[in-house]
Nanobody
């Protein structure tokens, strides 16, 4: 059983930065890829992929909309995966979720955190 807990969300002005953290329990955390997803407010908004990182940290993946602004990293000794978000835009406003085990082809796995709210004001 794996539990994922996100933190670090908040309210920030456009152009600002936030750092999200996903803390995991469970011994197998360091053996699988982890991803961040987000779901914007409003009807019909689906949860969308943001970024992912391989189990070793050697490979990272980003949605085009965040490439060059967001950086994903992990510390397997601490069982954490962070998402550094710079140059934030109002369209980045969403609830951000941590997910694992993630796979390039299969997509999200079974474990989700409760989410952390990010609000970017214009």
């Amino acid at each position: 059983q794996v539990q994922l807990v996100e933190s670090g969300g908040g309210l920030v002005q456009a152009g600002g930065s936030l750092r999200l953290s996903c803390a995991a329990s469970g011994r197998t955390f360091s053996s699988y890829d982890v991803a961040w997803y987000r779901q914007a407010p409003g009807p019909g908004k689906e949860r969308e992929f943001v970024a992912a990182i391989s189990w070793s940290g050697a490979s990272t993946y980003y949605a085009e909309s965040v490439k060059g602004r967001f950086t994903i990293s992990r510390d397997n000794a601490k069982n954490t995966v962070d998402l550094q978000m710079n140059s934030l835009k109002p369209e980045d406003t969403a609830i951000y979720y941590c997910n694992g085990p993630w796979a390039v082809v299969a997509g999200p796995g079974n474990y989700w955190g409760q989410g952390t709210q990010v609000t970017v004001s214009s």
